[in-house]
């Protein structure tokens, strides 16, 4: 279900945290620099052709590169007969990336709004097409690519390779993230996280089509961005929406999902209200973390410090090695994602570390510490076979985790009847299973250690219960271990004060 609200309790920021980090004029990228749009020039066009003979002769550094990884297998080859699980969301991406899908003319009737309803009626109807972070910002030139890389081989329908980008007639962009399947992405880097990936941008590309669709009606231009049609880099452009920041991994990080989204933009000339950045520590966090940079099986992830890059200093995703992995393990690794201690389930308890972790402060240390804890170490690498569609999507705990839950009942039901004694006789006998002169009496010292108590053993039992809904085994027992042995010296503290 789409949240319905953004950010809450984020704090607000009067810039976005990057711009702390300039060093000078940001420089226009060129989408015909990123490996997706090189590799198309293997893919779409030939040997001879005259932009691959243009672009080899400006970058002749790249050519070596490009060519190894043009002769290597692609996406989805160990997925066996579940291949149209990826294959499909990706060919509806790319059925609906033409010009004629993403753009067109809009309405000869200009809805006369203001930009704070206009706002409003944009994350409204963004959300009820199903995007489930949604936000309003400005829409800087820096951020436009300054050529078009990607175009399926001039196919009918899409701007021709290095046609210079000009969105100079919007001024505003709407960026929507879309949460990946967690029980997928958290398989990385089998199969099942590059299904994750494909629904998510499928979902992406739909929204953002339509809710460019929609600002056409109201008589203003507007543009969609998606997965194989982008125009933007839209990772700043978020940011400036206030969705996130940008991590030592190179993408979006927000509070509600870590890595765990997907992006798509609509830039308009609609006059809408911006959201302001926001500022939830992912600077100082990922300062002291460097589990994505540990576990990222290609290196491409720096473990030091930012760099300079297009003018900004960054942590710069080494996108070479991070796509030529992509081609070794045959799928879009994720591993960063799924090791990031922010991209876990929206429970009640990720909501309460989230908070505490946008602090800056020597705790994000010990935050850290306990991700790897409770967590584990590396993942494994992948193991190079068809999964079968039951691993696609896990549909009930595994029997460790069933008997996790059955102990964890108990001993919430003991502590519930615990809590019934003392309301009826102000002594704990359960039901006299303890002998009568052993039962604990309370007085004023241990009847407020008795609440302590057993606030304490439920508090145990809800995070060790919600590990256990994650599908977290490591992090269930350690929990369980902990609270449990705490509950003890609790019980041994209330004999101890009772006698």
């Known amino acids: 279900m789409p949240f319905l609200g953004k950010m809450s309790g984020s704090a607000r920021a009067k810039a976005p945290t990057y711009e702390r980090y300039i060093t000078g004029p940001v420089e226009r990228f060129d989408e015909r620099d ?273 760099t300079e890059h297009i003018g900004v200093m960054k942590w710069k995703l080494d996108a070479e090695k991070c796509y030529r992995y992509w081609h070794a393990v045959g799928t879009d690794c994720a591993i960063c994602m799924s090791t990031c201690p922010w991209t876990r389930p929206h429970t009640w308890l990720h909501r309460a570390m989230s908070r505490l972790a946008a602090v800056s402060g020597p705790h994000q240390t010990l935050m850290v510490w306990g991700a790897k804890l409770l967590y584990g170490g590396a993942r494994r690498p992948a193991s190079r076979r068809a999964p079968g569609m039951e691993s696609l999507r896990p549909t009930r705990l595994d029997a460790h985790m069933r008997a996790m839950g059955v102990a964890l009942c108990a001993l919430l039901a003991l502590a519930v009847w615990a809590a019934v004694d003392v309301a009826r006789t102000g002594t704990i006998s359960l039901g006299g299973a303890i002998p009568p002169g052993a039962a604990i009496q309370l007085g004023a010292a241990s009847d407020a250690l008795w609440w302590t108590w057993a606030g304490w053993t439920l508090l145990g039992v809800a995070v060790a219960w919600t590990f256990a809904a994650e599908r977290e085994p490591r992090a269930s027992l350690l929990s369980a271990l902990f609270f449990g042995v705490l509950s003890a010296l609790g019980v041994l503290a209330l004999f101890a004060v009772a006698s």
């Open 34 to 306: 990123n490996v997706f749009a090189r590799a198309d020039l293997f893919r779409y066009f030939g040997e001879g052709s005259e932009e691959r003979r243009r672009y080899y002769a400006e970058h002749p550094e790249l050519r070596a590169y490009d060519e190894r990884t043009a002769g290597l297998p692609g996406l989805g080859r160990f997925a066996g007969a579940h291949e149209w699980a990826y294959a499909i969301p990706f060919e509806f991406c790319r059925d609906i990336a033409s010009e004629r899908f993403v753009d067109g003319e809009p309405s000869d009737t200009r809805a006369e709004v203001t930009p704070e309803e206009a706002a409003r009626l944009v994350r409204r109807r963004g959300r009820e097409l199903g995007a489930d972070l949604v936000g309003a910002g400005p829409l800087k030139e820096s951020w436009v690519y300054s050529r078009v890389g990607r175009s399926f081989g001039n196919a009918p329908g899409f701007e021709p390779w290095g046609k210079p980008v000009d969105l100079s007639r919007h001024q505003h962009a709407v960026t929507m993230a879309f949460r990946m399947d967690h029980d997928l992405t958290r398989a990385a880097p089998e199969f099942p996280t590059v299904v994750a990936t494909a629904l998510a941008y499928a979902a992406s590309a739909w929204v953002a089509v339509r809710l460019a669709s929609y600002i056409r009606s109201l008589g203003y231009s507007a543009r969609a961005h998606h997965v194989y049609n982008y125009r933007v880099l839209v990772v700043p452009v978020a940011v400036d929406c206030g969705l996130g920041e940008l991590s030592r991994a190179g993408f979006l990080l927000t509070r509600e999902f870590g890595l765990g989204q997907r992006l798509s933009v609509v830039t308009t000339e609609l006059p809408l209200a911006h959201d302001e950045p926001i500022d939830i520590g992912v600077r100082s966090f990922c300062e002291r973390c460097l589990i994505c940079a540990e576990n990222c099986p290609s290196g491409a992830i720096p473990l030091g410090d930012r």
